[in-house]
């Protein structure tokens, strides 16, 4: 078994199961609801069986949820181990003009490159070479450059819940506007999560100050945002995190509500009523359906297009490790977002959104985020 890195979360269980399951590629739900796995040894299909009966059972179905309890075996490959040690050697492309991500795709038993310009695909292959990376192991994807969703200030009514407008100065005479993440209880630092981005300097708990989109009423102020790092799995020259999430204090009068703004219906920003956080996921699984409420584009939502991507954010010199993207809308001043699976009345945490391309987004998944702010209590005791 090839030796990968840096894994985690769920890639860390792929890892775990090969031991298990010589040639285990990695899970994901297929897009007409079975749930399937790659296997590069044909005699460990048996096994891979057992193993997607066991997600089935692990995995508490959403209201949007598609599967069917298919389960199926695909002829694979690769083992996971060596897409992700081969992802591993890839992160030195990050520094290259025009790439957008590296990717170990369980889904498509290959290693997934996002690039967004010409010299970048032209660049890529000669460069994965060099570091020892089989072509045929590669797929190159046309991606647009990723962007933090933050917009400027505009009029809008007070923030009531997770997934509401925030407003805050990025600098003299500039108001930045995001959205809240999701409510921290806590009896002495209640308060709530959002993008680290979505303050003056991000990597930094730097004070800064959050306020109603009207900017007449004090919202809160930040206490945790664990700095930015160099070296290790960081691509050389660039500055890394696993999550984009901060946490802030609410101000006084402000009381820690375990809910998230109910859009009144999906592309909506009308708030019709809250949704109940009822628990947290730590990583998702590529193909299932996540929601998002957004400040600026409201309740959307998609299927899991790919998981642990390491990604840059454009116009920085940050990348941003093993973070998650669904294939639905989000724009500016979403930032921050709630990303959630959707249960009814319930909503179970999955993460905190911080970039995406319009037509999808990405997010830092809870098991990053409590990574790196500590373990958070985000809903209401039964």
């Given at each position: 078994?090839?030796?990968?890195?840096?894994?985690?979360?769920l890639e860390a269980r792929f890892v775990?199961?090969?031991?298990?399951?010589?040639?285990?590629?990695?899970?994901?739900?297929?897009?007409?609801?079975?749930?399937?796995?790659?296997?590069?040894?044909?005699?460990?299909?048996?096994?891979?069986?057992?193993?997607?009966?066991?997600?089935?059972?692990?995995?508490?179905?959403?209201?949007?949820?598609?599967?069917?309890?298919?389960?199926?075996?695909?002829?694979?490959?690769?083992?996971?181990?060596?897409?992700?040690?081969?992802?591993?050697?890839?992160?030195?492309?990050?520094?290259?003009?025009?790439?957008?991500?590296?990717?170990?795709?369980?889904?498509?038993?290959?290693?997934?490159?996002?690039?967004?310009?010409?010299?970048?695909?032209?660049?890529?292959?000669?460069?994965?070479?060099?570091?020892?990376?089989?072509?045929?192991?590669?797929?190159?994807?046309?991606?647009?450059s990723l962007r933090p969703l933050v917009?400027?200030?505009?009029?809008?009514?007070?923030?009531?819940?997770?997934?509401?407008?925030?407003?805050?100065?990025?600098?003299?005479?500039?108001?930045?506007?995001?959205?809240?993440?999701?409510?921290?209880?806590?009896?002495?630092?209640?308060?709530?999560?959002?993008?680290?981005?979505?303050?003056?300097?991000?990597?930094?708990?730097?004070?800064?100050?959050?306020?109603?989109?009207?900017?007449?009423?004090?919202?809160?102020?930040?206490?945790?945002?664990?700095?930015?790092?160099?070296?290790?799995?960081?691509?050389?020259?660039?500055?890394?995190?696993?999550?984009?999430?901060?946490?802030?204090?609410?101000?006084?009068?402000?009381?820690?509500?375990?809910?998230?703004?109910?859009?009144?219906?999906?592309?909506?920003?009308?708030?019709?009523?809250?949704?109940?956080?009822?628990?947290?996921?730590?990583?998702?699984?590529?193909?299932?359906?996540?929601?998002?409420?957004?400040?600026?584009?409201?309740?959307?939502?998609?299927?899991?297009?790919?998981?642990?991507?390491?990604?840059?954010?454009?116009?920085?010199?940050?990348?941003?490790?093993?973070?998650?993207?669904?294939?639905?809308?989000?724009?500016?001043?979403?930032?921050?977002?709630?990303?959630?699976?959707?249960?009814?009345?319930?909503?179970?945490?999955?993460?905190?959104?911080?970039?995406?391309?319009?037509?999808?987004?990405?997010?830092?998944?809870?098991?990053?985020?409590?990574?790196?702010?500590?373990?958070?209590?985000?809903?209401?005791?039964?």
């Amino acid at each position: 078994m090839a030796e990968a890195g840096d894994v985690r979360g769920l890639e860390a269980r792929f890892v775990e199961i090969e031991r298990e399951v010589p040639g285990f590629g990695g899970y994901f739900f297929a897009a007409d609801g079975a749930v399937a796995a790659y296997v590069a040894e044909p005699g460990s299909a048996p096994a891979a069986r057992v193993v997607l009966a066991r997600v089935l059972a692990e995995r508490i179905p959403s209201a949007r949820d598609r599967r069917t309890g298919e389960m199926r075996v695909l002829e694979g490959r690769y083992s996971f181990s060596q897409l992700a040690a081969w992802r591993d050697r890839l992160v030195a492309l990050l520094p290259i003009p025009g790439v957008v991500y590296v990717d170990a795709d369980e889904a498509f038993n290959r290693v997934r490159i996002g690039v967004w310009t010409n010299e970048a695909r032209l660049a890529v292959p000669a460069a994965a070479v060099r570091l020892g990376v089989p072509l045929v192991a590669l797929v190159l994807s046309d991606e647009r450059s990723l962007r933090p969703l933050v917009r400027l200030a505009d009029a809008a009514g007070p923030l009531v819940s997770g997934g509401q407008r925030l407003s805050f100065a990025s600098g003299p005479s500039v108001s930045v506007q995001c959205s809240v993440g999701f409510n921290v209880l806590a009896l002495d630092n209640a308060g709530y999560v959002t993008a680290a981005h979505c303050s003056r300097v991000q990597g930094r708990a730097d004070g800064t100050v959050h306020q109603h989109p009207d900017e007449t009423q004090l919202l809160g102020m930040e206490t945790a945002d664990p700095p930015l790092f160099r070296g290790g799995a960081c691509p050389s020259g660039r500055r890394c995190r696993y999550s984009d999430a901060a946490r802030f204090r609410f101000a006084p009068g402000h009381v820690a509500d375990p809910a998230i703004a109910r859009a009144a219906e999906p592309g909506s920003r009308e708030v019709a009523g809250t949704l109940r956080v009822g628990g947290e996921s730590p990583y998702p699984v590529a193909g299932e359906v996540l929601d998002k409420v957004g400040a600026e584009t409201g309740w959307t939502f998609g299927a899991v297009a790919a998981t642990c991507v390491h990604v840059n954010v454009d116009g920085t010199d940050v990348t941003l490790l093993c973070q998650d993207v669904v294939d639905a809308a989000a724009e500016g001043g979403d930032s921050g977002a709630p990303v959630f699976a959707w249960r009814g009345g319930e909503a179970t945490l999955a993460g905190v959104l911080w970039g995406g391309t319009g037509k999808r987004f990405y997010f830092s998944a809870m098991g990053n985020v409590e990574a790196e702010l500590g373990p958070l209590t985000t809903g209401a005791p039964r």
